[in-house]
Nanobody
Framework: QVQLVESGGGLVQAGGSLRLSCASS????????MGWFRQAPGKERELVAA??????????YYSDSVKGRFTISRDNAKNTVYLQMNSLEPEDSAVYYCAARPGAIATSPADFGSWGQGTQVTVSS
């Protein structure tokens, strides 16, 4: 397991942008698939974006609700993964969690063994 620390959440108006960062303490960061999940009150935790690196190159996943608005990226030299969020909508308001798992991308929270503490994103209308 790795330790993860998120930052970058806050309050933004609809249409605005935020960038979330997740710093990892692991020595083998590049071998981990990294995901950004979110959980709104009364809703299940959902995967919004994920990124992994394999011999085939970099692969990404986006949920339909954020595709075209959010971009996930990683800097393996800094052990950090980012989530650039543009054109934010009130429906994007949630606690956002960074998560890690060895190997390939998975979409279920149960498949990720390492989690950050979460960062709140609030989008006002």
């Amino acid at each position: 397991q790795v330790q993860l620390v998120e930052s970058g959440g806050g309050l933004v108006q609809a249409g605005g942008s935020l960038r979330l960062s997740c710093a990892s303490s692991g020595r083998t960061f590049s071998s981990y698939a990294m995901g950004w999940f979110r959980q709104a009150p009364g809703k299940e935790r959902e995967l919004v974006a994920a990124i992994a690196i394999s011999w085939r190159g970099s692969s990404t996943y986006y949920s339909d609700s954020v595709k075209g608005r959010f971009t996930i990226s990683r800097d393996n030299a800094k052990n950090t993964v980012y989530l650039q969020m543009n054109s934010l909508e009130p429906e994007d308001s949630a606690v956002y969690y960074c998560a890690a798992r060895p190997g390939a991308i998975a979409t279920s929270p149960a498949d990720f063994g390492s989690w950050g503490q979460g960062t709140q994103v609030t989008v006002s209308s």
